[in-house]
């Protein structure tokens, strides 16, 4: 069974960090094409990050460049995304999603260059909550 999990939100305040956390069961996640979304309450769910399959190449939303660092532990079959200088407009929740297999095919590699766009993922984990407030 494809399982994705998300974990390690919470409540911060404004500057801090959190890391949050993919894990896959059922799955290899190095062969798939990983996204962050964030939903704000009466929100549409934007795309936050993106890396490729087989540490891929990354793409980040405008919003969270140079906060925000996406990464792969594939000895955990884990995703992570490290979020630095929270902000209040960043409280949301937070999910993960899945887009393959591609393995370390070019389209895999490239596939955040698509955008980070929910009709292009296929498993979805059941969202973390974060909240930056002071």
């Known amino acids: 069974q494809v399982q994705l999990v998300e974990s390690g939100g919470g409540l911060v305040q404004p500057g801090g960090s959190l890391r949050l956390s993919c894990a896959a069961s059922?799955?290899?996640?190095?062969?798939?094409?990983i996204g962050w979304f964030r939903q704000a309450p009466g929100k549409e769910r934007e795309g936050v990050s993106c890396?490729?399959?087989?540490?891929?190449?990354?793409s980040y939303v405008d919003s969270v460049k140079g906060r925000f660092t996406i990464s792969r532990d594939n000895a955990k079959n884990t995703v992570y995304l490290q979020m630095n200088n929270l902000r209040p407009e960043d409280t949301g929740t937070y999910y993960c999603?899945?887009?393959?297999?591609?393995?370390?095919?070019?389209?895999?590699?490239?596939?955040?260059?698509?955008?980070?766009?929910?009709?292009?993922?296929?498993?979805w984990g059941q969202g973390t909550q974060v909240t930056v407030s002071s």
């Open positions: 059922g799955f290899i996640l190095d062969f798939h094409a």
């Open positions: 890396i490729g399959s087989s540490d891929g190449g990354t």
């Open positions: 999603a899945a887009a393959g297999p591609y393995g370390s095919s070019v389209s895999g590699l490239n596939f955040c260059q698509r955008g980070t766009v929910e009709g292009n993922y296929d498993s």
